[in-house]
């Protein structure tokens, strides 16, 4: 990844955009720490992807359709052993 100082950046933006479509990601620093990567659209949509929803994601999980029993131990009452540090005791 090559990288160009922000003025010289700023100075041949043309060629930073070139060399992103044509070479790859391009580092742009500031006072020399990186602070941004320029990429071409088609890496952007690569990386950025399609992400299902949350219901999606859930309906298409292998256990989508166990029945699970889910019922709640009731030997342990509710908020016993449970400690407020803000409580101060």
Request: net charge negative.
């Amino acid at each position: 990844m090559r990288r160009w100082q922000l003025q010289e950046a700023k100075a041949r933006l043309s060629e930073v955009v070139k060399s992103a479509q044509g070479e790859g990601p391009q580092e742009i620093t500031v006072c020399g720490e990186p602070a941004v990567v320029v990429v071409s659209s088609r890496d952007y949509e690569r990386l950025k992807g399609s992400k299902p929803s949350f219901l999606e994601f859930m309906a298409s999980s292998p256990l989508a359709g166990v029945e699970l029993d889910l019922e709640r131990d009731r030997s342990v009452a509710p908020g016993l052993g449970v400690v407020n540090p803000w409580s101060g005791g």
